[in-house]
Structure formats: structure tokens, C-alpha cells
């Protein structure tokens, strides 16, 4: 089964950058200063943050659908993330050492089944899901925070 998993896309982005303090704060927006190495994970290159690195903080309609599994909630972007990361039958190093929600949608954005699991059976999980005839895609989550991860096509 192939499959791809893929960060979002820097434009989404690019505008919020030159704006001022007040003017993120008026869209809920925070820029940040990671003081850490992990706890900051950008939804653009896949990766955590390292200390010292200014990133966004903001709200995201991450599955924007018509009906009840519509949903949004905060995420993190890197400034120096100037690509999107794209993965290809792999895993991102960056989910084998965390917990996982994987959500999976069918076509209409309806869920169809879930599971939580450890970061190093993310692709037993992805195969299985994707073996069903009503799976479309996935939505991966980090678990405990309950934060958006990334979507997982197939390909």
C-alpha cells in the first residue's frame, strides 16, 4: 500500500509573518520563541522546533468539511520552514517517538474508524486502515495533547 504524508504548506502562512504583535493577537495568533528542543512541533516541516527558533502559534481548520467532523485547533509553524515536508512510504522520524491518534475519513469527511497508537506501528496502522474500501484518508494527532499532526494520502 503506498502512501504519503505531507506538512502544510508554507503560503498558507507567509502573510502572518510581517505582521505586528497586535495584529496576529487580533486573529488569535501568538509568536512564539521555542526554550526548548522538543514541545514544538511545526506542521510544516514535520519537525520539532530547536530553542531558540520564533515560530506561530495559531488556530487551524485543519478538516474543513461539511458536517459534525468538521474541526480546527491550534498548531505550531516554524519561521524557517520554508518548504513542505513530504514523505513517502515512511514514516517521519519526528512521529516514531510520540503516541498517535489516526482518524480515518472517507470521501465525504466522514469518520470511519480511529485508533491510538505508538509512533512505531504508525505504518502497520496505515496499511490496515487503508486496506478498507471506506477509508479515504487519515488525520494523524498527537494523542495526549490531542493537537493535529499531518493528512496521510494514499498514493
Do not use: K
Request: glycine share 6%; charged share 25%.
Amino acid at each position: 500500500m503506498s502512501y504519503r504524508i505531507a506538512g502544510l504548506s508554507p503560503e498558507l502562512f507567509a502573510h502572518l509573518w510581517p505582521l505586528d504583535e497586535a495584529a496576529l493577537h487580533a486573529q488569535s495568533i501568538r509568536r512564539v520563541v521555542a526554550d526548548s528542543d522538543r514541545g514544538f512541533p511545526c506542521r510544516v516541516s514535520l519537525d520539532n522546533a530547536r530553542a531558540g527558533e520564533t515560530l506561530l502559534l495559531l488556530p487551524f481548520q485543519h478538516h474543513d468539511v461539511a458536517g459534525p467532523y468538521r474541526a480546527s485547533g491550534p498548531i505550531f509553524v516554524r519561521e524557517q520552514a520554508t518548504r513542505m515536508a513530504v514523505f513517502e512510504n515512511r514514516i517521519p522520524e519526528f512521529f516514531l517517538r510520540r503516541l498517535l491518534s489516526v482518524r480515518a475519513y472517507d470521501a465525504n469527511g466522514w469518520m470511519q474508524a480511529s485508533e491510538v497508537v505508538e509512533g512505531t506501528q504508525l505504518a502497520q496502522a496505515i496499511e490496515s486502515f487503508f486496506e478498507r474500501g471506506d477509508v479515504d484518508y487519515l488525520h494523524l494527532h498527537n494523542a495526549r495533547p490531542g493537537c493535529f499532526a499531518a493528512r496521510v494520502d494514499r498514493h
